[in-house]
């Protein structure tokens, strides 16, 4: 394995991450999950990496691993106002549990929920500026500081995730993708293995959850994430487009 300053020195400075991400994937895209995890915090982004988390119905898995390799490494949960409850409880009871020590509540501009939904039902009429207001403008400020942060997306949760890499180019930064080649029986085998508590909501329907408004229960069957934004054109809450215009 080549050195890591070798890798530096790959990065052409008018492609930037895209250049660097690419480099990533070919020396460490056979790693496994937690390899992949202490790469990143110890030697690749060493104190410049953070991993955002929704503590929703699949986030035990990466928070754990993340507890194992370092509980200290900076946690972004975007509380976007709209959460149910029981996300807000699953985020307490898993920290607890884990040992993380720098979970970072990130919350809206009040100014631009002012602005710009002032009776709370902008998820109705621009569910996208809901979102962007709620959780990309929020997510933006919060990763000021860090040259990478880790997402707990995979291949198999939809379309657009499909070809997921677990290194990608976000504007100035890298997302890692640990997950990326998991399966939702891997993700079902290691929470039965290390006794992750499950999130309150996957009991009553919701496998894959959001805000209150905009998640409903999945019929047997559906796909696990037809309950967000069900009856939209909207798949993707917009964070992994928007973050630094590169296109969650």
């Not at 291949?155 to 997921?164: H, M, S, Y």
């Not at 890298?174 to 508590?197: C, F, G, M, T």
């Not at 796909?223 to 928007?242: N, P, S």
């Amino acid at each position: 394995m080549a050195p890591l300053d070798a890798l530096a020195l790959a990065v052409d400075p008018d492609t930037g991450t895209g250049t660097e991400a690419a480099a990533l994937n070919a020396r460490y895209g056979g790693l496994d999950a937690k390899s992949l995890v202490a790469l990143s915090v110890n030697e690749l982004y060493p104190g410049r990496i953070a991993l955002v988390s929704s503590f929703g119905s699949e986030s035990a898995v990466l928070l754990h691993i993340l507890s194992e390799v370092d509980p200290s490494v900076a946690v972004i949960f975007l509380d976007t106002g709209r959460l149910f409850a029981e996300t807000l409880q699953y985020r307490t009871r898993l920290t607890e549990r884990l040992g993380l020590s720098d979970v970072r509540s990130v919350t809206p501009d009040p100014q631009k929920l002012a602005a710009n939904d002032p009776y709370r039902a902008l998820w109705m009429s621009n569910p996208d500026l809901c979102c962007h207001i709620r959780k990309t403008e929020p997510l933006r400020r919060a990763l000021e500081g860090f040259d990478a942060w880790f997402t707990g997306r995979k291949r198999f949760q939809t379309n657009v995730r499909a070809d997921l890499a677990l290194f990608e180019a976000d504007g100035a930064r890298i997302k890692v993708n640990p997950l990326a080649a998991w399966s939702a029986e891997d993700i079902a085998a290691y929470v039965a293995r290390h006794d992750l508590p499950e999130h309150p909501l996957v009991a009553k329907g919701y496998p894959s959850i959001g805000c209150v408004p905009c998640t409903t229960r999945v019929q047997p069957g559906e796909d696990a994430r037809a309950g967000r934004w069900r009856g939209l054109d909207k798949t993707e809450c917009g964070i992994h487009g928007e973050i630094d215009g590169s296109g969650i």
